[in-house]
């Protein structure tokens, strides 16, 4: 059993249980459609919860080393230096979710989500000067129009998505957090 239905089921449960509850006191009528219903949208608000604690807890991980040098071609699990692949696929193991070690690899996990629809924790793809228009460089997306990576000077650190650098050079995003 998944810690996913370890959660949802019971609350499902408590979602039908108290539609019920309610009902039998009689403040309410309600069909057995519409707990169904509301039960559903239960496991839908838990299910987002989830997903927002696994992506403050990436963002929190990748935080702590704001700062740490960049280095093109550091090794996985080393957090001495990193890469930006390197970064996001160290990060995101620290939450249990597994990335391949290359940023294009990177760029077919998960699923493909719009630019206008970014939540915290999506990975966003760039070009880099050096990749020729394809992707380059990967990022995490962490709120508020800010990314949270490493390339250059100063190492891993905050950026603005909306620069122009960065706006210019966008392709695309992934999100791998459920």
Known sequence: MTIRTR?????????????????????????QASAASGSAAMETEAAAS?????????????????????????RSGVTSTFDC????????KKVGISLPRE??????????????????GDLVFFSTTKSGGKIGHVGIYAGNGQILHTYGAGGVKYSSLNSSWWSSHYITARRVIN
């Open 50 to 74: 989830i997903s927002a604690t696994k992506a403050d807890s990436v963002i929190s991980i990748g935080r702590r080393y704001l700062g740490t040098p960049y280095k093109f071609g550091s």
């Open 103 to 120: 940023s294009r690899d990177q760029a077919t996990s998960g699923k493909f989500v719009s630019k206008s629809n970014l939540r915290k």
């Open 7 to 31: 959660i949802l089921r019971p609350l499902a449960v408590v979602g039908l249980s108290a539609a019920i509850a309610w009902t039998g006191l009689g403040f309410a009528q309600t069909s």
């Open 85 to 92: 692949s390197s970064f996001t696929q160290y990060v995101f």
